[in-house]
T-cell receptor
Framework: AQSVTQLGSHVSVSEGALVLLRCNYS??????LFWYVQYPNQGLQLLLK??????LVKGINGFEAEFKKSETSFHLTKPSAHMSDAAEYFC???????????FGKGTTLSVSS | ETGVTQSPTHLIKTRGQQVTLRCSSQ?????VSWYQQALGQGPQFIFQ???????GRGNFPPRFSGLQFPNYSSELNVNALELDDSALYLC???????????????FGPGTRLTVL
């Protein structure tokens, strides 16, 4: 069975600081991994995805994530936080592209000025 | 290119009633997945439809059912509503089912269902 654990339900950073949101996965087969962002009262927007090509994945809005098989991790980073990055972030895994996504419980990112 | 749309945006029902939620997939997408997102939780997979056939189901009871139409739009039906069914219901569409690494799911804005 597949699962995702997001460490830290709430992360607070100052504007301009590094953003690091943690995601660890469990999968018996090579996984496909995703990060989605959800703004208040909206649906989910895809930030980036890992599909067994390059282990360092670049996404939208300056975010990137690195797939580390040895650590079963797919942490999301951004060098410099912006106020507009404040949102809920979800990590998700699937064993086959296009099939059911298994989501973590989410991490709320707060950015202060 | 039109994205995924859902209707209605908000809905209030009472326990025991039935509800139908609707989703229009993104142009060129033939696969629709439905998710339930309870308050403060990540989305949970309900089921997926591919070319009008159910193509996978999560751990939800049979009172959750769905349809996909020839134009690939979809409905989610929930019978005998319970208080715990209160949630944001998200629809996601993708180009095809499990045949390409480009099968990313694109989400609509969701329908907020409140059961009283």
């Amino acid at each position: 069975a597949q699962s995702v654990t997001q460490l830290g339900s709430h992360v607070s950073v100052s504007e301009g600081a590094l953003v690091l949101l943690r995601c660890n996965y469990s999968s018996s087969v090579p996984p496909y991994l995703f990060w989605y962002v959800q703004y208040p009262n909206q649906g989910l927007q895809l930030l980036l995805k890992y599909t067994s090509a390059a282990t360092l994945v670049k996404g939208i809005n300056g975010f990137e994530a690195e797939f580390k098989k040895s650590e079963t991790s797919f942490h999301l980073t951004k060098p410099s936080a912006h106020m507009s990055d404040a949102a809920e972030y979800f990590c998700a895994v699937t064993h086959q592209a296009g099939t059911a996504l298994i989501f973590g419980k989410g991490t709320t990112l707060s950015v202060s000025s | 290119e039109t994205g995924v749309t859902q209707s209605p945006t908000h809905l209030i029902k009472t326990r025991g009633q039935q509800v139908t939620l609707r989703c229009s997939s993104q142009s060129g997408h033939n696969t629709v997945s439905w998710y339930q997102q309870a308050l403060g939780q990540g989305p949970q997979f309900i089921f997926q439809y591919y070319r009008e056939e159910e193509n996978g189901r999560g751990n939800f009871p049979p009172r959750f059912s769905g349809l996909q139409f020839p134009n690939y739009s979809s409905e989610l039906n929930v019978n005998a509503l319970e208080l715990d069914d209160s949630a944001l219901y998200l629809c996601a569409s993708s180009p095809n089912s499990g045949t390409s690494i480009t099968d990313t799911q694109y989400f609509g804005p969701g329908t907020r269902l409140t059961v009283l």
